[in-house]
């Protein structure tokens, strides 16, 4: 089992930016590919972002390239989403997640393991 929390949501104002953090406990976080989905209301949840296990490849969604920046630090079991430039379309609950593969987690292959959510709200 991996435990996923995130954390770092909030509001902020069109054109800001966020920094969501994901600490990850349990197995060897650093064997798995990290990633970030969000949902908004009334829509389905879509893949944000993902990091393979060394942080070497990572994909975006066209929606958030150049604008968001996935990474990870294995020695703290964590996965970060840093948000520039953000945008009211924005506005969604962001979830972390990890699975033993970059394709698996950006293909949101079920049996990888997810967090609760962090809400970011993006004002104009």
């Known amino acids: 089992q991996v435990q996923m929390v995130e954390s770092g949501g909030g509001s902020v104002q069109a054109g800001g930016s966020l920094r969501l953090p994901c600490a990850a406990s349990g197995r060897t976080f650093s064997l798995y590919a990290g990633g970030w989905f969000r949902q908004a209301p009334g829509k389905d949840r879509e893949f944000v972002a993902s990091i393979d296990w060394g942080g070497g490849k990572t994909y975006y969604a066209d929606s958030v390239k150049d604008r968001f920046t996935i990474s990870r630090d294995n020695a703290k079991n964590t996965v970060y989403l840093q948000m520039n430039s953000l945008k009211p379309e924005d506005t969604a609950v962001y979830y972390c997640?990890?699975?033993?593969?970059?394709?698996?987690?950006?293909?949101?292959?079920?049996?990888?393991?997810w967090g609760q959510g962090t809400q970011v709200t993006v004002y104009s």
């Open positions: 997640t990890a699975h033993r593969g970059i394709d698996r987690v950006r293909n949101g292959i079920p049996g990888g393991y």
